[in-house]
């Protein structure tokens, strides 16, 4: 009879520990969730951090984080979560929104890059849809234009060759813009080349070290690009508007 009950057990307790972590990870959650909601915005801070660092990260969790950081009036850290956020999904316009209104929070007066008309318009209809979206985009025409292209081979009437024809050459174009569109997202999503300074000021240095003379203030929120980021203590950052200099590592988080 015992080892019938034991028997039992070891077969019942694997699901009863995975339902119980599956309810621990749904409850932490919904405690960061809960403690944002009535303004515990630093609990929501610290469940929010500990649900990624035990479940993974997701876009939702970082938007929630970046959210607790700024009402937390930790601008850097919102900043660096709402990137974080759209490297995973960079068609999400809450996000955008809200990355948006916290950069207009920070110090530094950042130089707004101008871009034709052309650039502005890509980056617009690109980010209006998901990677996923694009590549079956991308898929579907290619199949379509193959198509296209036997119906205007092996048809001798001419109104259908021609109307093959036109099918055939929108798609290609179609199927050029999806894959670039998708590569495009991809290589965003991937980026690792970009920081968030994290102190209220640091600055830019014209060597590694201390001594090295000072070449502009840098403040939390500014976001900069690695140019070398192979030693510990220091990082080689280039500004937006072309600046390059040296960063103490501990100024920065990456992205």
Do not use: C
Request: charged content about 20%; cysteine-free.
């Amino acid at each position: 009879m015992k080892k019938l009950i034991y028997t039992f057990l070891l077969l019942v307790m694997p699901f009863a520990i995975s339902a119980q972590s599956f309810a621990k990870a749904e409850i932490s959650k919904a405690m960061g969730d809960s403690a944002y909601s009535k303004g515990n915005y630093a609990d929501a801070v610290s469940i929010y951090e500990s649900v990624i660092e035990k479940e993974g990260y997701s876009a939702d969790i970082y938007y929630n984080l970046g959210n607790a950081y700024y009402r937390n009036n930790m601008i850097g850290k919102a900043i660096l979560n709402y990137e974080r956020a759209l490297r995973i999904d960079p068609t999400d316009k809450d996000t955008k929104a809200n990355l948006e209104f916290v950069l207009t929070m920070t110090k530094d007066e950042v130089a707004e890059n101008y871009e034709i008309f052309l650039v502005t318009w890509f980056k617009s209809v690109v980010n209006s849809l998901p990677i996923t979206t694009w590549a079956i985009i991308a898929v579907s025409t290619f199949i379509l234009l193959l198509l296209a292209l036997l119906l205007f081979f092996f048809n001798a009437r001419a109104a259908l060759r021609k109307t093959a024809l036109t099918v055939a050459i929108f798609s290609l174009f179609v199927t050029i813009f999806a894959n670039i569109a998708a590569s495009h997202i991809y290589d965003y999503m991937n980026d690792d080349s970009e920081a968030i300074v994290m102190k209220e000021e640091a600055y830019l240095k014209s060597t590694p070290d201390n001594s090295g003379t000072e070449l502009i203030k840098v403040h939390e929120g500014r976001k900069v690009r690695f140019v070398d980021n192979s030693m510990r203590d220091w990082k080689e950052v280039e500004l937006e508007d072309g600046t390059v200099g040296w960063l103490p590592a501990g100024a920065l988080e990456q992205i």
